[in-house]
Every structure is written in structure tokens, then in C-alpha cells.
């Protein structure tokens, strides 16, 4: 079991960023919580089986179509047995 935060700098707010998110998480089993931070970025943390967590962080490279990613800011964290992921 794998849980990280991560940050998410660029145009990232108003691209559909959180929900291309959940919809991996969604497919990889992956659990936690994202949201728009009031400063531009994205901030998530993700938890679940390592490679699906990695899995996630790479859609959160890229993005939907509309994003432009700057700077992904990856920290490890405590797993804290979270059951979906809520977009907030």
C-alpha cells in the first residue's frame, strides 16, 4: 500500500484536471481525495497498490488536453485506509 500527495503547478484549474484524475483513479483502484488549491494548483493525495498509485501520477504529468503542467511535487505520506476518491 502506497499513499503520496501530490502538487500540481501550470494551468491546471478549469481543463477538467480533477475529474481526468478521478477517472484513473477510478480504473486503477486507487482511493484519496483531490482538489483546486485558491493559488492555481492541484493538490491530490492518492493511495492504493504501488504501481497503480504510479500509475495515477503519470496521468497527473500530463493531464487532459486542455493542461499545461509545469511542476509535479511528489511526497510520501501515511496510508489512511481511504475507500473512494472525492473530488473536492
Partial sequence: MKCVRVQVSGTVQGVFFRDTVRSAADENGVTGWIRN???????????????AVDSVVEVCRTGPDGARVHDVSVSAEAPAGLTRLEVR
Fill in 37 to 51: 488549491c485558491s493559488d492555481g494548483r492541484v493538490e491530490a493525495v492518492l493511495e492504493g497498490d504501488d504501481d
